[in-house]
């Protein structure tokens, strides 16, 4: 019989779950690092990013501190390359809800995306509720096209981290989507933010959340710069990409999509193009839908499925 490997100073469970993209774990302590894609099923590239980090990862496995775990979120809506089937996966993410999930038998769900997310908690809440340090990946992309960028707490923890990304900062905007999974990794002490990586679908988002993710798991700590192969690639890469992007903004506005609203972007707007108040931005079966103040527009939806019409954002310090 084989004897089971226990080595009593790491404590070291695998993940067992379809939802487990791959894991890596470093030979030496640091932070765990939780990159989750395709929480929205029609992102996948996501899923496709977090596979290469862990390949790239893999050949330097000795020289990590810490661990990297990829999951994918929404499995059946990846399938059918869909938002959500029953509901938005990514506004569920909310303590009572979250404690109802916990406490409901598989079989009795209604909602798909809810059994989802208590498969996910089995693998998330041993991780998360922990004195370790945790930092937490919610990997999306957009329906528009334009810069990445990532959706963060103003707080200067989240700042000092994220802003070695080099990638735009988007203050204020988890406030107006109550019950993302960044706001649970956030109320359980740890730093979680949003990653909008490109266009769905396309190589450059996919190469954008490398990139990202790389820069991440060098800035945090958990691979040091020179075990990486042409890490400055990366850089200079990231640099390219969001030369003549802001580096900070704040929320400014919502355009919140209603049932039946028939809503229609204007075509042609790119994440961070300028926009002043008035200017028409997109139609719905009441009318004209003008910009309500001057500033950045983000993620100008041309998709079927969604309720955030468009963002308009502003600089900030
Ligand atoms: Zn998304």
Not at 280 to 293: F, M, N, S, V, Y
Request: one cysteine or more; charged letters at 25%; glycine letters at 8%.
């Amino acid at each position: 019989m084989q004897q089971a490997i226990q080595n009593e100073e790491q404590e070291y469970n695998p993940i067992i779950s379809e939802h487990l993209v791959g894991e890596i774990q470093g030979t030496q302590p640091g932070p765990t690092v939780i990159a989750v894609a395709g929480i929205h099923g029609n992102e996948p590239t996501g899923v496709r990013a977090v596979v290469e980090v862990l390949e790239l990862l893999k050949p330097i496995k000795e020289h990590i501190h810490g661990r990297f775990i990829g999951l994918k979120g929404n499995i059946p809506a990846l399938e059918k390359n869909v938002r959500f089937i029953d509901e938005d996966m990514n506004r569920l993410w909310i303590t009572s809800v979250l404690d109802k999930i916990r406490r409901t038998p598989f079989d009795e769900f209604q909602s798909r995306e809810r059994k989802q997310i208590k498969e996910l908690l089995r693998i998330l809440d041993p991780l998360v509720y922990t004195d370790e340090e945790v930092i937490y990946i919610d990997l999306h992309t957009f329906s528009a096209t334009g810069s990445m960028f990532s959706i963060i707490p103003h707080e200067e923890r989240h700042v000092e981290l994220l802003s070695q990304l080099k990638i735009p900062l988007v203050f204020g905007i988890q406030h107006t989507l109550i019950g993302t999974s960044m706001d649970y990794a956030e109320d359980a002490g740890h730093i979680g933010f949003a990653f909008e990586t490109g266009s769905h679908g396309t190589e450059e988002a996919e190469l954008n959340a490398v990139a990202g993710m790389m820069m991440l798991l060098v800035s945090c700590g958990l691979i040091p710069a020179r075990h990486v192969h042409h890490f400055a690639d990366y850089h200079t890469y990231l640099m390219n990409k969001v030369e003549g992007f802001p580096h900070k903004v704040e929320f400014v506005y919502k355009h919140v999509i209603e049932e039946g609203d028939e809503f229609i972007m204007n075509p042609n707007f790119r994440n961070f193009d300028n926009v002043e108040k008035g200017d028409w931005l997109a139609t719905d079966r009441h009318g004209k839908i003008e910009a309500q103040a001057d500033g950045y527009i983000l993620m100008p939806l041309y998709q079927v499925q969604g309720t955030d019409g468009f963002f308009i954002v502003r600089d900030c310090e």
